[in-house]
T-cell receptor
C-alpha cells in the first residue's frame, strides 16, 4: 500500500529541547516537502527536496532544518523549538514535475 | 506570503445543492491545484489545472481557471454529507524552476447537512 508515514503523530515538548519528526514514503517519489498548518493561515511550506541531497527553502524555513540522505526519508529537525513552532506539521511527497502531492497524516506538535 | 486566497471562508449547504468556491492568486503560475482536508487529516489531491487550460472535470468536480483575472473556481455538484471538509487551492510560483515550491490558501470550510 502506497504510504506516507510520519512519526510521532503527537508530541508535547519544552522550549529548547531538540526534536526530529520523521517522514518516510514507499512510493519512490523524488519530491518531498514539509508544511506547517496554523488556524487561518492555511499551509505554509517549510522546506522541500527535489531529490536526494537537494533541499530548498520554502516560505517559512527559519528555525527548521531538513536532510535528504536517502530517497524515502525526509526528517524535519527543530534544533531549539520555541512556542511559536506549535503547529500541525505535514509531510508530502510527489513525482518530479507532476505536482500532485500525497500527504502524510500529520504531526501535532506543542512546544511549552 | 500566501499566493492563493479562497472565498468564501465558510460555506454551509444542504445535500444535493451545488457548492462553489473561488481562489485568487497574485503572480503567474504554471498550474493550480485543489485539495480537500477532512478535519485535521492530511490533504487529498482533487484536481490539477494547468495554466493553458480553462476548464477541467473530474466526477462531480468542475474547476475553471481564468489567468487574466488570476482566479479559479471549484464547483462540487450534487453535494453529499461526505463532502464536508476544508478545500484549499495551491499554486506554484511560475517559471521553469519553481514547480516544487507550492503556496496554499487559507481554505474554504464546507459543511453539507443532510
Amino acid at each position: 500500500e502506497a504510504q506516507v508515514t510520519q512519526n510521532p503523530r503527537y508530541l508535547i515538548t519544552v522550549t529548547g529541547k531538540k526534536l526530529t519528526v520523521t517522514c518516510s514514503q514507499n512510493m519512490n517519489h523524488e519530491y518531498m516537502s514539509w508544511y506547517r498548518q496554523d488556524p487561518g493561515l492555511g499551509l505554509r511550506q517549510i522546506y522541500y527536496s527535489m531529490n536526494v541531497e537537494v533541499t530548498d527553502k520554502g516560505d517559512v524555513p527559519e528555525g527548521y532544518k531538513v536532510s535528504r540522505k536517502e530517497k524515502r526519508n525526509f526528517p524535519l529537525i527543530l534544533e531549539s523549538p520555541s512556542p511559536n513552532q506549535t503547529s500541525l506539521y505535514f509531510c508530502a511527497t510527489g513525482r518530479a514535475y507532476y505536482n500532485e502531492q500525497f500527504f502524510g497524516p500529520g504531526t501535532r506538535l506543542t512546544v511549552l | 506570503s500566501q499566493q492563493g486566497e479562497e472565498d468564501p471562508q465558510a460555506l454551509s449547504i444542504q445535500e444535493g445543492e451545488n457548492a462553489t468556491m473561488n481562489c485568487s492568486y497574485k503572480t503567474s503560475i504554471n498550474n493550480l491545484q485543489w485539495y480537500r482536508q477532512n478535519s485535521g487529516r492530511g490533504l487529498v489531491h482533487l484536481i490539477l489545472i494547468r495554466s493553458n487550460e480553462r476548464e477541467k472535470h473530474s466526477g462531480r468536480l468542475r474547476v475553471t481557471l481564468d489567468t487574466s483575472k488570476k482566479s479559479s473556481s471549484l464547483l462540487i455538484t450534487a453535494s453529499r454529507a461526505a463532502d464536508t471538509a476544508s478545500y484549499f487551492c495551491a499554486t506554484d510560483a511560475g517559471g521553469t524552476d519553481s514547480w516544487g515550491k507550492l503556496q496554499f490558501g487559507a481554505g474554504t470550510q464546507v459543511v453539507v447537512t443532510p
